[in-house]
């Protein structure tokens, strides 16, 4: 089983839905939870971290981490074509150095 | 938020040839630095963690002799990737944790390299 796993998509969804991304993984030590986006051929964009679970908002965005269920959501409120992009979920436990990266969703919002 | 410059953004080169890539982090000190390469449709890999003023950590089944890191400063590390082949032809992207929280990692905009 991989740590982190991430369905790679495509999820197309029309403008103005809310979208939701999805992470699970399978080291209970994981602690930090973060959110990029990535458009192609750039690098990745810090969205959203979280430490241990709880909810996070910011502006449109919202994450979600539950750690019993060991799974990470992220939720896009009024979605823009602009929002186009792959979001890849990572997280680390307390004291690692290293980040664990999903493989990403790619996200199409259809105007 | 927190900027990191890399360079060349795109590099052509002959299979033989070694090719440097820039990461400098602009607004920021950064004593670490993390190297990733990234191949179509699939996550980041992490190649190596570079360490200010001291040798780079490289991860399980990468050649250190074949990717160079150098971080001579608190603003830049360096890649290079010796004797480059076709293989080797994939995107680099580098990163650095601002204010040392590695969970608050910026990156740079990334350099796809294609070995001819």
């Known amino acids: 089983q991989k740590e982190v796993e991430q369905d790679p998509g495509p999820l197309s969804v029309p403008e103005g839905a809310i979208v939701s991304l999805n992470c699970t993984y399978s080291?209970?030590?994981?602690?930090?939870f973060m959110w990029y986006r990535q458009y192609s051929r750039k690098g990745p964009e810090l969205l959203m971290y979280?430490?241990?679970?709880g909810n996070k908002e910011d502006g449109r965005f919202t994450a979600q981490v539950d750690k019993s269920s060991k799974y990470i959501s992220l939720f896009i409120r009024d979605s823009q074509p602009s929002d186009s992009a792959t979001y890849l979920c990572a997280m680390r436990g307390l004291g690692d150095d290293k980040i664990i990266f999903g493989k990403g969703t790619r996200l199409h919002i259809l105007p | 938020g927190a900027v990191v410059s890399q360079h060349p953004s795109r590099v052509i080169c002959k299979s033989g040839t070694s090719v440097k890539i820039e990461c400098r982090s602009l607004d920021f000190q950064a004593t670490t630095m993390f190297w990733y390469r990234q191949f179509p449709k699939q996550s980041l890999m992490l190649m190596a963690t570079s360490n200010e003023g001291s040798k780079a950590t490289y991860e399980q089944g990468v050649e250190k002799d074949k990717f160079l890191i150098n971080h001579a400063s608190l603003t830049l590390s360096t890649l290079t990737v010796t004797s480059a082949h076709p293989e080797d032809s994939s995107f680099y992207i580098c990163s650095a944790p601002e204010g040392g929280l590695k969970e608050k990692l910026f990156f740079g905009s990334g350099t796809q390299l294609s070995v001819l």
């Open positions: 080291n209970s030590a994981f602690q930090y």
């Open positions: 979280t430490y241990s679970s």
